[in-house]
């Protein structure tokens, strides 16, 4: 795996990720995404399972960037046109379904985490992945409040 920075979409699998639904429709991508998460939520614990984690993130990266609070992350001035691929209104099922993949692939003391070498980088992605579940977060809370 090439990593290059710390941001959802900075490494060689979270790029092939793109590059595939990129080639996807709106609605083929929702049905990648959702297949995504699904499957990281599916194996849960299961150390063979064939979700990765660099994809999960990337998958919940798109979700935040389809929403009107994800649109200003930082990251989506390098790949600009994800703010549009997924068909609107993403529903807080969608987000909530982000959050648990996210939860179960990125546990605190998982591989993930201790694959990062350097303190700095491991933080700088943690604070980009906390953005992420924070923007989704908010928008989930804003669902319930609003009865979506």
């Keep these: 795996m090439g990593t290059w920075g710390s941001s959802p979409f900075d490494s060689d699998t979270s790029e092939d990720f793109l590059d595939e639904l990129e080639?996807?429709?709106?609605?083929?991508?929702?049905?990648?995404?959702?297949?995504t998460f699904h499957s990281a939520i599916e194996a849960q614990g299961n150390s063979n399972a064939s979700v990765l984690p660099e994809e999960v993130v990337a998958a919940?990266?798109?979700?935040?960037?389809?929403?009107?609070?994800?649109?200003?992350?930082?990251?989506?001035?390098?790949n600009p046109g994800v703010m549009e691929w997924l068909a609107q209104p993403i529903t807080p099922a969608l987000a909530m379904s982000a959050i648990q993949a996210l939860d179960v692939t990125l546990p605190a003391d998982g591989w993930f985490w201790r694959s990062w070498v350097d303190d700095g980088e491991r933080e700088e992605?943690?604070?980009?992945?906390?953005?992420l579940r924070s923007v989704l977060r908010h928008f989930i809370s804003e669902g319930e409040a609003s009865g979506r």
Aim: net charge negative; glycine share 2%.
């Design 23 to 35: 080639e996807l429709s709106a609605s083929q991508r929702l049905i990648m995404i959702e297949a």
């Design 60 to 78: 919940a990266a798109v979700v935040a960037a389809n929403i009107p609070a994800g649109r200003s992350l930082t990251w989506n001035e390098e």
């Design 125 to 131: 992605a943690q604070a980009a992945i906390d953005s």
